[in-house]
């Protein structure tokens, strides 16, 4: 029977222990640790009681004969509770970088599969060690174990609607109401807000454990930290700044998995396993650059002590590495395993494709394992298919079953929305899923995560009201973030009190939302835009840990009736099949139709402008999946002109006007589409507008 907490003034009594699980795992008779270390020749445990402690209440040395296998540093201690902390230290041969006695007896390393962290930061040891790091030390925390989630199905993304957001910055402002703002807790909070919207998937930024120190100087000397979280250091943890109880972590994060379940949400996580917070030469000493430097980073092959950088952080994770691919494994598999998460979407995954050297490799292990585990094959991989070092899988990510972040997608819609001439070839076939990019080589439809906007750029109404970029509250001069936004402010810059401004930017607002959901793949909305939450124009807020990026809950009118549209549109996406196809369309009509799949048109009938330079007006009619589901006729006319549409004839059957971005709410989108009033021959298309009709 463990203790129920750690004992300051106890000696716990020791046993070799086991090789087998990495970390810490409570097993019968105490709690045993391991960690590997290629280079060490001795290595400690020290044990905290809590995270007040000053100092180890226990520090157990290991001894390479008894508690060494391969290279693997293991020990059980007896009747030791959940709850301690703890960390490392390990010592090598003289040369190996910060390894030597004096280095190594200034240094504690994090346990790199430790499944909770403590949110404190520890600076007894800050003097600087000789990389020059001054940062301070944090501490594992030995977590209680769970129960295994009692979901085993295989989930897909086919019928997905993906709503992309920051745990923390969905709760964190005073207006959200919530009893624990920031954390799982507040967001569970928010769970009735999620289902009304109608999203299937919520898409969680970084919530394994990372440095909120890790900022340019610049930002640091403003008071600011590290907000989105893609500087990962425990892969096997979640952020304990998220959870009320950092030592409970894995079921305060449970308990927010299963409250999305039991809504009929599932979890994706955005999960950074392209680099790690310890940055290059220069960075912290956290873990890896000690216990497997050689291993877990590509490093100059002259010396160890340089990191070839192909994400701009400083450090590439060694992804292929047989030990490294097996870390990576195991994380993934214990979040699906025993958090019950439903998928990963993976930061700068064409990482995944290089080797040792850097170099691209044609058949790269780590993709290929990945979707052959019995494991992983039953939950989405996503793919953000391009890295910093000028790699780019779009439409040819390795593997057969990957998703990918459709960034062309994203170009070719806000181009198309803003006005750019000549695009009606290039919209069509992002709307029809983009068979181009995946219908060659068997992909489908929802291998396309189709977007207009992510965490990474513009917000949906900063898309419709700047023409460049506004980040100079980020403190680098506004330098960083992206110059080629693809935006258009709608004739002034930044905030107006313009009505005819106004209307405009809220009539592309509309417009951009209303291609995303019509479109044929999985479509991913960023929180807060159904709000017309803005960033100022700041494209870059990775490190505005405030009200800038932080949802604010007191909604305007126009406000309003944007999530009301918003909310009304996915409506009718759920409603339609047709809008949800499992293959990608043909132009003929399904085995027991009499109607082509989708007819494309001009504005007269089946005369697309594909080739016109000047055209910016497409129209086309899908058929219903069955005999029962209504056809749907969709106009996109970024014309600054209203056009005259002609309508395809239908039998016995009339068109009903159900959206229309250029109307005013509420008659923008109908939710009773009896009352639509029916429309025969053609219909007016009036400028910079969408507009849907329905047979009835």
Not at 247 to 275: C, K, M, T
């Amino acid at each position: 029977m463990l203790s129920p907490e750690p004992v300051a003034h106890e000696t716990y009594r020791t046993q070799p222990g086991s090789r087998y699980p990495l970390g810490a795992t409570v097993v019968a008779g105490g709690v045993n640790f391991c960690v590997f270390c290629r280079h060490a020749t001795r290595v400690e445990l020290l044990l905290y009681a809590s995270d007040e402690s000053a100092e180890p209440f226990q520090v157990v040395a290991l001894d390479g004969d008894a508690h060494r296998t391969f290279y693997f540093w293991h020990v059980l201690v007896e009747a030791l509770p959940p709850g301690c902390r703890y960390t490392w230290r390990a010592y090598g041969a003289h040369g190996v970088p910060q390894m030597d006695d004096e280095a190594a007896s200034r240094k504690e390393l994090l346990d790199p599969r430790a499944r909770a962290v403590s949110d404190r930061l520890y600076r007894r040891q800050q003097a600087a060690d000789a990389s020059g790091d001054g940062r301070a030390s944090l501490r594992a925390i030995v977590a209680a174990p769970l129960d295994a989630p009692d979901y085993v199905d295989v989930r897909t993304l086919d019928d997905a609607i993906i709503y992309e957001l920051h745990v923390g910055g969905f709760t964190r402002h005073a207006s959200s109401g919530v009893r624990h703002p920031g954390t799982f807790a507040g967001l569970i909070e928010k769970i009735p807000y999620l289902k009304a919207l109608g999203v299937t998937h919520v898409e969680l930024l970084p919530v394994m454990a990372f440095d909120e120190q890790d900022i340019p100087a610049t930002a640091a000397a403003r008071g600011l930290r590290n907000y989105w979280g893609y500087s990962t250091h425990s892969f096997h943890s979640p952020h304990p700044r998220y959870c009320i109880e950092p030592a409970r972590a894995p079921q305060e994060f449970r308990a927010f998995v299963d409250a999305l379940h039991s809504a009929g949400i599932r979890v994706l996580l955005d999960v950074v396993f392209n680099h790690t917070s310890e940055a290059g030469k220069n960075g912290p000493v956290i873990h890896f650059k000690v216990l497997a430097n050689d291993d877990f980073y590509l490093v100059d092959r002259n010396d160890a002590r340089y990191y070839r950088d192909y994400t701009g952080c400083g450090n590439t994770v060694n992804c292929n590495h047989p030990l490294v691919s097996a870390f990576i494994m195991h994380a993934l598999e214990y979040w699906v395993q025993e958090l019950g998460v439903d998928g990963f979407r993976f930061d700068l995954a064409s990482v995944f494709a290089r080797g040792a050297q850097g170099e691209l490799l044609a058949m790269p292990p780590l993709p290929w394992t990945m979707e052959a585990s019995p494991v992983l094959a039953r939950v989405p991989l996503i793919a953000e298919a391009w890295d910093a070092g000028g790699l780019y899988h779009v439409g040819a990510f390795p593997g057969m079953a990957w998703a990918e972040w459709n960034g062309r997608y994203r170009d070719v819609i806000r181009r198309f929305v803003r006005g750019d001439p000549g695009m009606i070839g290039q919209v069509c076939t992002c709307v029809a899923g983009s068979a181009d990019l995946y219908q060659d080589d068997g992909r489908l439809p929802a291998n396309s995560i189709n977007f207009v906007t992510c965490h990474d750029g513009f917000t949906l109404l900063d898309l419709v009201s700047h023409d460049r970029k506004h980040n100079e509250a980020n403190g680098e001069e506004n330098r960083d973030g992206s110059n080629d936004n693809l935006s258009w402010n709608c004739g002034a810059e930044g905030e107006t009190d313009d009505p005819v401004v106004i209307g405009l930017r809220l009539r592309q607002a509309r417009n951009l939302m209303a291609l995303l959901l019509l479109s044929q793949g999985v479509p991913m909305l960023l929180a807060g835009d159904e709000i017309l939450h803005t960033q100022r124009g700041n494209n870059n807020a990775f490190c505005q840990d405030n009200a800038l990026s932080w949802l604010d809950w007191k909604l305007s009118d126009d406000a309003r009736d944007m999530l009301r549209f918003v909310r009304e549109l996915i409506a009718l996406r759920r409603r339609h099949a047709s809008l949800r196809r499992r293959r990608f369309l043909t132009g003929r009509p399904a085995e027991g139709q009499t109607r082509p799949d989708v007819a494309w048109h001009g504005e007269r009938l089946g005369e697309p402008a594909w080739h016109d330079p000047h055209a910016r007006f497409v129209a086309f009619t899908l058929a219903g999946l069955t005999p029962d589901e209504a056809l749907l006729h969709i106009v996109f006319n970024m014309n600054d002109e209203a056009r005259d549409a002609a309508l395809p004839v239908l039998d016995n059957a009339s068109w009903r006007r159900i959206v229309d971005t250029a109307a005013v709410a509420p008659q923008d989108i109908v939710t009773d589409t009896e009352t639509a009033p029916p429309e025969r021959g053609a219909c007016r298309i009036e400028a910079r507008s969408v507009v849907v009709l329905e047979s009835r």
